[in-house]
Structure formats: structure tokens, C-alpha cells
């Protein structure tokens, strides 16, 4: 019978031997570490990676599949519930570094089953949320710093690269800002911005990489 520790790394402060680490620390005797990294478990469902496929063909009866927590055999909760329950119904021990919590289908007695099974429920619901969670968040992120990034760079320039060039050419020759407006298509009160300063209309170009 052996000890296989599952690690599924996606982000640089979860590396395999920082996993194997806290589990060894637990108590957890491992035999042998199948790590599948820089992979989504959102995503990629746990039969659908390279080393998670490799649990399905090593692990038999009798054997104990450790993971660190739920979350690393997956962030979908159809998934995860589906994968326990399969290694359960082929004897194979799931057991958690975190709270250290063991799954199994020794029990037959039927609370123990549904106490069981709503577990691992809560535990696969609690992971998917924890991830769409943390989606939103960085997408509310992304948002935030685009809103800073547009406020510092001021409002979009109505003109282009040519308009200006061509405005600023016919200020020098003199041209009325009414003729200005009328050959270049902008506003009146464009071409007066920029014949007041056009050290700032070429600024807010220059800002909005235009």
C-alpha cells in the first residue's frame, strides 16, 4: 500500500517541495509525489492533466492519496465531488494536510455516508467559490487600476497625430481657427485648445501613445 501525494502548483508560492514539505510535516510517511504545474483548476479537470491521469492508473485498494487541501485536486466542484467518490468506490483513501481530514467508503452506516458526502460537498463548493472569488477580485482589480491609469492620462485626445501636425501648421501660416476646423474636421473649440497650448495637445498625445 502506498502514500501518493497529489500537488497541483499554479502560482510561484506553491511549489511541489513547499507541499511536500507541510505534508511530511503532518505526519505523512510519502512514497511518491505526482505534481502537475502551472495548470488552471478552474479549468483543467483533474483526469485531464498529465500527472493527474497518472493517479487514476497508480492508485489501488488499500493505497492513500494525500493532497493538501480539496482545492488542489480542483476548483470545479462537479469534479471534485466526482474524483473522491471515484477513488472511494475503488478503496483508495483521500486525505487532507489541511484539518487533516480522511475520506473513504469504509462506513456503510447511513449518517455517517451523508455527514460524509456533504463534506466533501462543502469542501469542492467552498473551493470553486474561493476561485471565482478571487477571478472577481482580480477582474475588479484590473478594473480599478485602468480607472487610475485613464484618470492620470486624462481625457482621450478628439485628434490624431496628423490633425494636430496639420492644425499646428496652419496656426503658423496664420489659417483662421473657422478654416482650420473646416479642413481638418474638428471642432472650433479643439483647434482653440490646442492653438492655447499645444505643448499639452502634444502632452495628451504622447499619454495616450497616439
Known sequence: MK?????RVSTTDQT????????EGAGFKVDDVLADDGVSG???????????????DMLRRGDTLVVRWVDRLGRNYADVTETIREFMRRGVI?????????????????????????LIGFMAATAQAQAEATKEAQKAGIAHAKDREEAYRGRKPSYSRAQLDAVRAQLAQGASVSAIARDTGLSR???????????????ALARWAA
Open 42 to 56: 478552474v479549468t483543467t479537470l483533474l483526469a485531464e492533466r498529465s500527472q493527474g491521469k497518472r493517479l487514476f
Open 189 to 203: 473649440q479643439t483647434v482653440y485648445r490646442i492653438q492655447e497650448d499645444p505643448a499639452e495637445a502634444e502632452a
Open 3 to 7: 502514500t501518493i501525494l497529489y500537488v
Open 16 to 23: 511541489s517541495a513547499h507541499q511536500r514539505k507541510q505534508a
Open 94 to 118: 483521500v486525505r487532507t494536510v489541511i484539518n487533516n481530514m480522511t475520506f473513504d467508503g469504509a462506513t456503510t452506516d447511513p449518517v455517517q455516508m451523508a455527514v460524509r458526502d456533504a
